[in-house]
């Protein structure tokens, strides 16, 4: 069975940092392309990244870029998420999704998300 | 950056058909998938390649893309298909290719 589990949100001060981590199992993470994608609180999906599955490639959300840095590590099954520089609107749910094994394939497995608070 | 107009919602009597709408400049030159989500819960794939049904997924579900129109369809509308549908693309036609969801659509059964 695919499981996507999130992990590393919570409350942060404007201007600092977090890592989030997502551990995957039941299938064969070297093989997919990885993404992270977050939902403001009453708001619409927003993409923030994904990664290709040796991490050559990676592509951002305009708002993103320079402040978050996608990676992974195929021998633990991990794809995580450094966020610097946080801002009042990075706030949301994060979730990981597995992509396919080329874009633009759907993601087709979501974890169930982990919650970043910016906030003083 | 690549732009996708859904309509905020849609309304729908239990058993009729459901049609989704998303909007795009020449979205049909690319492949579209479509999320349903419902409150609290994770995204779900209901359709990928702009018609294809992931296992699972009940053959009420249905999409098609042509043009600048994608359109998600829902044939024999039940109450647990009320929920938020999104779509999505893969825009790789600047310097920095990035995916694309559209605003949503509150899908509500009558």
């Known amino acids: 069975e695919v499981q996507l589990v999130e992990s590393g949100g919570g409350l942060v001060q404007p201007g600092g940092s977090l890592r989030l981590s997502c551990a995957a199992s039941?299938?064969?993470?070297?093989?997919?392309?990885m993404s992270w994608v977050r939902q403001a609180p009453g708001k619409g999906l927003e993409w923030v990244a994904n990664?290709?599955?040796?991490?050559?490639?990676?592509y951002y959300v305009d708002s993103v870029k320079g402040r978050f840095t996608i990676s992974r590590d195929n021998a633990k099954n991990s794809l995580y998420l450094q966020m610097n520089s946080l801002r009042a609107e990075d706030t949301a749910v994060y979730y990981c999704?597995?992509?396919?094994?080329?874009?633009?394939?759907?993601?087709?497995?979501w974890g169930q998300g982990t919650l970043v608070t910016v906030s003083s | 950056s690549y732009v996708l107009t859904q309509p905020p919602s849609v309304s729908v009597a239990p058993g009729k058909t459901a049609r989704i709408t998303c909007g795009g400049n020449?979205?049909?030159?690319?492949?579209v998938h479509w999320y349903q989500q419902k409150p609290g819960q994770a995204p779900v794939l209901v359709i990928y390649?702009?018609?294809d049904r992931p296992s699972g997924i009940p053959e009420r579900f249905s999409g098609s893309n042509s043009g600048n129109t994608a359109t998600l369809t829902i044939s024999r509308v039940e109450a647990g298909d009320e929920a938020d549908y999104y779509c999505?693309?893969?825009?790789?036609?600047?310097?920095?290719?990035?995916?694309?969801f559209g605003g949503g659509t509150q899908l509500t059964v009558l």
């Open positions: 999704a597995r992509d396919g094994v080329v874009v633009p394939a759907g993601s087709d497995y």
């Open positions: 039941g299938f064969t993470f070297s093989s997919y392309w």
């Open positions: 990664i290709k599955q040796d991490g050559s490639e990676k």
């Open positions: 020449n979205i049909g030159s690319k492949s």
């Open positions: 390649y702009d018609s």
């Open positions: 999505q693309v893969w825009d790789s036609s600047s310097d920095h290719p990035n995916a694309v």
